[in-house]
């Protein structure tokens, strides 16, 4: 019995995507991530305006939801508190266990997964440099938001400073909430794990967490609702661009052990299809 297309391109992906390359390829991006978002930090004065002009773009439309959630949140310490911590940790642990989960039980669809977070990441790097600003929490002049991070920070480890640890304020870059990409990464686990899960539990989960992350954003005052859609959008376009790069890179040509040119990673597929290789 011949191997299918499919589960060989499985097994080529399992034997191309080992932790060692996996694992640095992540932390290198994550760095770049960490590090430009901190150094892109723009003028205060203009990020406080993009956040002003944003907010009332919104309420132009009617379509400003942060008040009445931040009043919410901020009046009931039983949904303020753990939104706070919802805020400052999910997005550490959930979008790794999710990549984790996915490389373990799919690993057919890793990669491309995988290539869409990166390329969206970077996006929305893109729009932390071009339009700094200021959340809404950090807007003042009777704008009427309340900080609930702060307001709470006796029950956390955070303090003034967004999520970062008290006295640690000066390692985050605050004036980047345009696009959010704690909503950008949250959607992104949501469709992995609806699409991929065969449990009910896990697809519900999918659809849970983007919606109750875009929640906590709006009531701690950390992002308006066009940094939500923003973040959706960001994430649209490195889905769209996920596969012209997959296929760039797969056409690209490798070296083995000893520098000799070897064939593409799709070729060797094709070939190893031709060759027949029995089922493990």
Same mark, same amino acid.
Request: aromatic share 10%; net charge positive; with cysteine.
């Given at each position: 019995?011949?191997?299918?297309?499919?589960?060989?391109?499985?097994?080529?992906?399992?034997?191309?995507?080992?932790?060692?390359?996996?694992?640095?390829?992540?932390?290198?991006?994550?760095?770049?991530?960490?590090?430009?978002?901190?150094?892109?930090?723009?003028?205060?004065?203009?990020?406080?305006?993009?956040?002003?002009?944003?907010?009332?773009?919104?309420?132009?439309?009617?379509?400003?939801?942060?008040?009445?959630?931040?009043?919410?949140?901020?009046?009931?310490?039983?949904?303020?508190?753990?939104?706070?911590?919802?805020?400052?940790?999910?997005?550490?642990?959930?979008?790794?266990?999710?990549?984790?989960?996915?490389?373990?039980?799919?690993?057919?669809?890793?990669?491309?997964?995988?290539?869409?977070?990166?390329? *969206?990441?970077?996006? !929305? +790097?893109?729009?932390? @440099?071009?339009?700094?600003? /200021?959340? =809404?929490? %950090?807007?003042? #002049?009777?704008?009427?938001?309340?900080?609930?991070?702060?307001?709470?920070?006796?029950?956390?480890?955070?303090?003034?400073?967004? *999520?970062?640890?008290? !006295? +640690?304020?000066?390692? @985050?870059?605050?004036?980047? /909430?345009? =696009?959010? %990409?704690?909503? #950008?990464?949250?959607?992104?686990?949501?469709?992995?794990?609806?699409?991929?899960?065969?449990?009910?539990?896990?697809?519900?989960?999918?659809?849970?967490?983007?919606?109750?992350?875009?929640?906590?954003?709006?009531?701690?005052?950390?992002?308006?609702?066009?940094?939500?859609?923003?973040?959706?959008?960001?994430?649209?376009?490195?889905?769209?661009?996920?596969?012209?790069?997959?296929?760039?890179?797969?056409?690209?040509?490798?070296?083995?052990?000893?520098?000799?040119?070897?064939?593409?990673?799709?070729?060797?597929?094709?070939?190893?299809?031709?060759?027949?290789?029995?089922?493990?």
């Amino acid at each position: 019995m011949t191997t299918s297309a499919s589960a060989i391109r499985t097994t080529a992906h399992r034997d191309h995507l080992r932790w060692r390359t996996e694992l640095p390829l992540l932390a290198v991006v994550y760095a770049l991530y960490s590090g430009v978002r901190l150094l892109v930090r723009g003028e205060v004065g203009d990020a406080v305006r993009n956040g002003v002009d944003i907010l009332h773009s919104e309420q132009l439309v009617h379509l400003d939801p942060e008040h009445w959630l931040n009043r919410l949140f901020a009046n009931h310490a039983l949904l303020g508190i753990p939104a706070d911590f919802a805020y400052a940790s999910l997005h550490y642990i959930v979008t790794p266990a999710v990549l984790i989960w996915l490389w373990r039980r799919h690993p057919a669809h890793y990669r491309a997964a995988r290539t869409w977070l990166m390329i *969206s990441t970077l996006i !929305g +790097l893109v729009g932390f @440099t071009v339009l700094p600003t /200021a959340p =809404p929490r %950090l807007l003042h #002049g009777g704008h009427g938001f309340i900080d609930t991070m702060a307001q709470y920070s006796s029950y956390g480890w955070w303090g003034t400073d967004a *999520s970062a640890p008290q !006295g +640690l304020g000066h390692l @985050t870059n605050q004036y980047a /909430a345009m =696009p959010s %990409l704690h909503v #950008g990464w949250s959607l992104w686990c949501g469709l992995v794990l609806f699409r991929r899960g065969r449990h009910w539990l896990i697809r519900t989960l999918g659809i849970a967490y983007p919606v109750v992350t875009t929640l906590v954003v709006l009531g701690t005052a950390n992002h308006y609702l066009l940094d939500t859609v923003a973040g959706v959008m960001v994430m649209g376009v490195g889905f769209v661009l996920a596969k012209p790069v997959l296929r760039t890179v797969d056409a690209l040509p490798v070296r083995g052990p000893a520098g000799e040119r070897a064939t593409s990673v799709s070729g060797r597929a094709m070939e190893a299809t031709a060759a027949g290789k029995p089922r493990s």
